[in-house]
């Protein structure tokens, strides 16, 4: 349309120009003449026409390569948004399982510590013994004689009071077991509530009446933990 357009605006422009040489060469124009110049005439709108073919096509071509790149950046930008929209979706999701998994996991510890309060809530069983830290003087025998560090013969007892305190002592292997509930008990941690145990390996001490120190295996140094008897209900 453009071209047909630029033709006829040419064929206009020319027609005036064509009027005066025929005006002017009338007298000497021949039919021959006549017919040269209409043909020249016709050979330069056919180069314009051509050439205006030629930009036109080179114009619109250029048009339609910028609209198809165009398009392909809208195209590519609406992939990237739905893209983008399905990863903050699947992040959403994500979000959402972890805070269930957080939730029960609260819930569930909550619940434990329900359980472990209630627990600690339950009332000990009441027992007829006198108080652990107050030991009768009828039941705390006499400790024997601490023996010097530099006798032969002699191990060192540490007691591991259940308030962290730690004490230590002297006795000869030779001594009796006994003096270690008595040593217990002078500290007031009577033995009807309270036991001794080795710390490693772990195992409740247990005496007999003749038994010495070495006879119930303290040969040399030990710590021994004052532990809580199990009431039975």
């Given at each position: 349309m453009a071209s047909r357009g630029v033709v006829g605006v040419f064929l206009l422009a020319a027609l005036p120009l064509?009027?005066?040489?025929?005006?002017?060469g009338i007298p000497d124009l021949g039919i021959k003449d006549?017919?040269?110049?209409?043909?020249r005439i016709f050979l330069l709108l056919t180069l314009l026409t051509l050439i205006i073919s030629v930009t036109t096509s080179w114009v619109n071509s250029f048009?339609?390569?910028?609209?198809?790149?165009?398009?392909e950046e809208e195209k590519n930008e609406k992939r990237q948004k739905l893209v983008r929209k399905k990863q903050q979706e699947a992040q959403?999701?994500?979000?959402?399982?972890?805070?269930?998994?957080?939730?029960?996991?609260?819930?569930?510890?909550?619940?434990?510590?329900?359980?472990?309060?209630?627990?600690?809530?339950?009332?000990?069983?009441v027992t007829k013994s006198p108080p652990a830290e107050q030991p009768t003087q009828k039941e705390v025998l006499d400790l024997p004689e601490e023996p010097p560090e530099i006798a032969e013969e002699v191990v060192t007892v540490a007691l591991r009071c259940r308030s962290g305190r730690v004490l230590r002592r002297r006795f000869f292997k030779s001594c009796s077991s006994q003096v270690l509930f008595d040593w217990m008990m002078k500290i007031g941690y009577h033995t009807s509530l309270y036991s001794l145990s080795t710390s490693f390996p772990r195992r409740t001490l247990e005496v007999e009446r003749g038994w010495s120190l070495q006879d119930v295996g303290i040969t040399v140094d030990t710590v021994l933990n004052v532990e809580e008897k199990e009431q039975s209900s």
């Amino acid at each position: 349309m453009a071209s047909r357009g630029v033709v006829g605006v040419f064929l206009l422009a020319a027609l005036p120009l064509l009027c005066l040489e025929l005006r002017r060469g009338i007298p000497d124009l021949g039919i021959k003449d006549l017919i040269l110049l209409c043909g020249r005439i016709f050979l330069l709108l056919t180069l314009l026409t051509l050439i205006i073919s030629v930009t036109t096509s080179w114009v619109n071509s250029f048009k339609s390569s910028q609209v198809y790149l165009k398009e392909e950046e809208e195209k590519n930008e609406k992939r990237q948004k739905l893209v983008r929209k399905k990863q903050q979706e699947a992040q959403g999701e994500k979000g959402d399982e972890d805070l269930v998994l957080e939730s029960e996991s609260q819930t569930s510890s909550e619940t434990a510590n329900r359980e472990a309060a209630k627990r600690r809530n339950l009332p000990k069983p009441v027992t007829k013994s006198p108080p652990a830290e107050q030991p009768t003087q009828k039941e705390v025998l006499d400790l024997p004689e601490e023996p010097p560090e530099i006798a032969e013969e002699v191990v060192t007892v540490a007691l591991r009071c259940r308030s962290g305190r730690v004490l230590r002592r002297r006795f000869f292997k030779s001594c009796s077991s006994q003096v270690l509930f008595d040593w217990m008990m002078k500290i007031g941690y009577h033995t009807s509530l309270y036991s001794l145990s080795t710390s490693f390996p772990r195992r409740t001490l247990e005496v007999e009446r003749g038994w010495s120190l070495q006879d119930v295996g303290i040969t040399v140094d030990t710590v021994l933990n004052v532990e809580e008897k199990e009431q039975s209900s």
